[in-house]
């Protein structure tokens, strides 16, 4: 069988960590989530005293960052510098308020463009079947490729409520704007996507449905 690459996009709290999870485990896929490369430089710019203000200082800061990978599982991590920080520290309420402003920066987003494009190579030499991958640009910048795009989406109460299980109380609306409005690659439904509404749906229906969309 031919080796997949799978993009999932979407909005916060819309089901794209559980669904891109539970499908790895379903077709022996690796995992990467590229919302917690964007937390974990968030985290370690902040350490280093950057300033999403002050674009013009970042990149010399990201030139103090080394980027490695590690697997846990089904999932590739992020390292920086050679440590992956907890996920206590990559989803504090201080990571969540400077997240999507160090995004919008072209250098930050220059830093992972070409990581994790290779993490496919990193995926077919551990023999994974695939990769897929969850963020905001998969489908339209980093995979414009691939053969299987998929956009989550889901109403406002469904997503507070998901939110409020993980405990995170983050305006996740405030988030999807800037997201959606940043002139470098912003949150947008990639051209051919498959469209699917969580809302209304089980994670394990959902995860049924779009493994079955991938193997057709
Ligand atoms: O997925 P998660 O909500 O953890 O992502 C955190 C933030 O990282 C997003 O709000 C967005 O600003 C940024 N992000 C991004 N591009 C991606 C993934 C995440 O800009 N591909």
Redesign the pocket.
Known sequence: TQFKIIAM?GG??VG??STSKGLATRLGLMHV???????TLTYALLAAGADAGQPETIPQVLDTLRLSTEIEGRSARLGINGQVPADAEI?SPEVNAN??KF??VPAV?QKLFDYQRSLAELAREHKYAGLIM?????GSV?FPDAEHRFFLHADEATRSARRAKEGQTDS?AA??K??SSRKT?P?VCPDGATQIDTGPHTLEEVIDKIATLIEK
Not at 134 to 138: L, T
């Open positions: 996009d916060a709290a794209k960590s989530d590229t919302g917690s490369h964007y937390r989803r997240v999507s995004a919008a987003r969850e963020g905001r640009d998969i980093i996740i988030r999807d800037m997201d690659a949150l």
